[in-house]
């Protein structure tokens, strides 16, 4: 008899995870297919530092081929899913369409950027979801420094060293600490503009940043920004943006030509196109991470509404160390059918947070334990080596040459702005 054909949807947090453990206890009795658009698992908690000119793209990509023996990779982009056929629609690199079958399904397709309807922001923000856009604000932020010293109109040099992040979580935290020092340092090597000052705006509708988190990691990385003379704009958003500035919601005016879109995420949209039911655009599951009346079909991370067991009645977030233990306990519920373990239900302990400053500073929280300065730094980066599950040592090393030298200052224009567009902002998403 032929033998099971699992097929995991997505190589994110939750899928790759998913693949990695069935990899090691299904292997052998089923046959193991990943679908994802790209051929490495990218480390995204490590991003910032990679458009901050800290780290090499590279290192923060863990190539599928190599993490996960045993996993055939097909390069493609999910497009739809018949339930009753069991089969998967998917769009490949080359602009053709095929089909998978399966026995089982784990969808993990993760999440995209959220957008809200403000005039002109898909058209000039800088969108911050993976290697290319990561790559294209680097290269932004170099470019204007350069175009800044090269310009003598007082006020195009300003609007040029001005940067403003919209969204105070824990992405946008990060791109703000971490553009603020690389700009710094870049603005030092043009003596022309050592009397401009170099501006980063940091907005966001709430009125504290990290809103969610531990109150004192909070203050933490606000008093870190504000030290460094980033401009935390707390209960403000934008209300328009244009080619050479944004108004904002409190009336004023800021000319600049970076606006860089940390607003948070929504679940993938091939949630919705599977056509299964849906709360609040995530896919609904049981406690065992199954589709109700498709045992079949398990969904995880983002793009699923995992019963939240601490909070009766709501799902869980949609973070990395949730992502994780789903998609983990998605493969062990599938190798539950085959003999291998017993099904679970999903259940987790915080662990708490990390969020990295840049230089010495970072604000941790490592099982509810609120740590500030150098030691938070410390246990910041040992949690990321921990966790990154390949390339350990190519990051510590660009970790090492970073502190003790400078960031790399060329901007390679590798990634055009046609490339990094921003999507079309969708009515449900009108809320941040």
């Known amino acids: 008899m032929a033998r099971p054909h699992i097929v995991i949807v997505g190589a994110g947090f939750a899928g790759f995870h998913a693949a990695r453990r069935l990899s090691r206890t299904a292997r ?48 493609g982009e999910v497009t739809d899913l018949d339930v009753d056929g069991r089969r998967i629609g998917y769009d490949d690199p080359t602009g053709g369409h095929d089909t998978l079958r399966y026995d089982r399904l784990v ?28 790559l294209h604000l680097r290269d932004h932020l170099i470019r204007q420094l350069e175009l800044a010293d090269a310009a003598d109109d007082p006020a195009e040099r300003a609007a040029r060293c001005t ?12 791109v703000a600490a971490q553009g603020q020092l690389f700009t710094r340092e870049l603005a030092r090597r043009h003596p022309r503009l050592a009397d401009v000052p170099i501006r980063w705006l940091l907005l966001d509708t709430a009125d504290h ?21 980033v401009e935390v704009n707390l209960g403000v958003s934008v209300r328009e943006a244009t ?9 004023r005016s800021v000319p600049t030509r970076s606006l860089i879109w940390c607003v948070g995420v929504r679940p993938d949209p091939l949630a919705e196109a599977t056509g299964l039911p849906l709360e609040h655009g995530r896919l609904v599951v049981d406690a065992y991470l199954a589709v109700p009346g498709h045992p079949e079909i398990l969904a995880c991370g983002d793009a699923a509404a995992v019963p939240d067991p601490q909070h009766p009645g709501r799902a869980t977030p949609m973070t990395a160390q949730h992502a994780v233990r789903q998609g ?15 099904r679970r239900p999903y259940r987790h302990r915080d662990l708490g947070f990390v ?40 990051v510590a090393a ?3 040459l970073t502190a003790f030298g400078s960031r790399p200052a060329v901007g390679l224009g590798l990634v055009p702005d046609a490339a990094v567009p921003l999507e079309t902002a969708s009515p449900e998403t009108v809320h941040h």
Do not use: C
Not at 107 to 113: E, F, K, P, Q, R
Not at 163 to 174: L, S
Not at 366 to 379: F, I, K, M, S, Y
């Open 398 to 400: 660009d970790w090492l």
């Open 328 to 342: 983990r306990l998605a493969a062990d519920n599938i190798a539950a059918g085959y003999g291998s373990g017993r």
């Open 355 to 394: 969020v990295d400053l840049g230089g010495w500073q970072a604000a941790a929280a490592p099982l509810h334990v609120p740590l500030a300065g150098p030691l938070a730094r410390a246990v910041t980066r040992g949690y990321h080596l921990v966790a990154l599950p390949g390339g350990r040592a190519r």
């Open 243 to 251: 080619a050479t500035g944004v108004e904002l919601t409190d009336g």
């Open 28 to 75: 052998g009795r089923a046959d193991i297919t990943l679908v994802n658009p790209t051929d490495y698992f990218l480390y995204l908690p490590l991003l910032p530092e990679v458009a901050g000119g800290v780290l090499d793209p590279r290192h923060v990509a863990v190539p599928l081929a190599g993490a996960l023996p045993g996993v055939r990779l097909v390069l």
């Open 107 to 134: 969808l993990a397709a993760g999440s995209v950027n959220k957008l809200l309807p403000i005039p002109g922001v898909t058209d000039h923000a800088h969108g911050f979801r993976g290697i290319p856009e990561a």
């Open 163 to 174: 940067f403003v992040v919209v969204g105070a979580g824990y992405t946008g935290t990060e």
């Open 209 to 229: 940043v990290l809103p969610g988190m531990q109150a004192r990691l909070s203050a933490t990385a606000e008093r870190v920004l504000r030290d460094r003379n």
